[in-house]
């Protein structure tokens, strides 16, 4: 069964920093890898989609990595902003389970 | 101009009751989702609609059904609350018909059940 990780659980950076979030998932079989951003008592956005023949998409200040094999994704942010603050959310599009599996995220705060 | 609309934002309501949540998207997508974020912010898909069909059914209680009266709208109906039920539910939506190639999830922006 899917199992897909997010380390750290919880991150705060000052200002200007660049930031990597991490997921790892545990079957490579995937179609494709989605970063979320869930604000507070808010619904989910999507940030980036990466395709499972792809290794990398770049959105603005945000850049997401994937390498299948290995079953590990990055988020790159760049010169984050207090903006920037909510939880991060990755979720795997697994081949043959008509289902979406997602990681517990990753909390991150930026302090101006 | 929202795109996936859930109402209500909060609902607070006893055990036992019977209760609906609304979902809309205006975006044209032909597949709808079902999500519960649990208290440790797990998103767990409960059902999936595809042009009013159900293609989807993860195993949730059968005090759960969704009814979907045209594609752009899926409702969850939950029968005899219990204090578990407590959660966000998330309605999602995607253009395909099932949230593959390339396809980007549309959520709605949930509603906090709370049941005493």
């Known amino acids: 069964k899917q199992e897909v990780t997010q380390i750290p659980a919880a991150l705060s950076v000052p200002e200007g920093e660049n930031l990597v979030l991490n997921c790892s998932f545990t079957d490579s079989a995937i179609y494709n890898l989605q970063w979320f951003r869930q604000d507070p008592g808010k619904g989910l956005t999507s940030l980036l989609l990466?395709?499972?023949?792809?290794r990398e998409q770049t959105s603005g200040r945000l850049n997401a990595s994937l390498d299948k094999s290995s079953g590990r994704s990055t988020l790159y942010i760049a010169a984050s902003q207090p903006g920037d603050s909510a939880t991060y959310l990755c979720a795997v599009d697994q081949t043959g389970a008509n289902n979406l599996f997602f990681g517990t995220g990753t909390r991150l705060t930026v302090i101006p | 101009d929202t795109a996936v609309s859930q109402t209500p934002k909060y609902l607070v309501t006893q055990m036992g009751n019977d209760k609906s949540i609304k979902c809309e998207q205006n975006?044209?997508?032909?597949?709808m989702y079902w999500y519960k974020q649990d208290s440790k912010k797990f998103l767990k898909i409960m059902f999936s609609?595809?042009?009013?069909?159900?293609?989807i059914n993860e195993t949730v209680p059968n005090r759960f059904s969704p009814k979907s009266p045209d594609k752009a709208h899926l409702n969850l109906h939950i029968n005899s609350l219990e204090l578990g039920d407590s959660a966000v539910y998330f309605c999602?939506?995607?253009?395909?018909?099932?949230?593959?190639?390339?396809?980007?999830?549309?959520f709605g922006p949930g509603t906090r059940l709370l049941v005493l």
């Open positions: 975006l044209g997508h032909d597949t």
């Open positions: 999602a939506s995607t253009h395909g018909s099932t949230g593959r190639l390339g396809e980007t999830q549309y």
């Open positions: 609609y595809n042009n009013k069909e159900l293609i």
């Open positions: 990466i395709q499972s023949s792809q």
